[in-house]
């Protein structure tokens, strides 16, 4: 069965990084994009940003732009999302989900709470 695996999260400093990555299992992952999602406290679902099947072009949201980065590595089913120069209103719960624009499955998510 279809399964995604999101780690990398975890309590982390106003101005530093965290890598996120999310391992895919029970699917070809080379043929489908994939996005990222995060919500935060209280709040609705934030697409982050989006990647090809084949890393050809990838997309991120206006509000992290900059400062956010996804990639694949098709050769080990694992999706990445690189964050820098994190803020607090990044504290998020971030999702892998296998889709471009619409998501047909969703990883259980990893907390991203970043506090000085």
């Known amino acids: 069965q279809v399964q995604l695996v999101e780690s990398g999260g975890g309590l982390a400093q106003p101005g530093g990084s965290l890598r996120l990555s999310c391992a895919a299992s029970g699917f070809t992952f080379n043929l489908f994009a994939m996005s990222w999602v995060r919500q935060a406290p209280g709040k609705g679902l934030e697409w982050v940003s989006g990647i090809y099947s084949d890393s050809r072009e990838s997309h991120v949201a206006d509000s992290v732009k900059g400062r956010f980065t996804i990639s694949r590595d098709n050769a080990k089913n694992t999706l990445y999302l690189q964050i820098d120069s994190l803020k607090p209103e990044d504290t998020a719960r971030y999702y892998c989900?296998?889709?471009?624009?619409?998501?047909?499955?969703w990883g259980q998510g990893t907390q991203v709470t970043v506090s000085s």
């Open positions: 989900a296998r889709g471009g624009y619409e998501y047909d499955y």
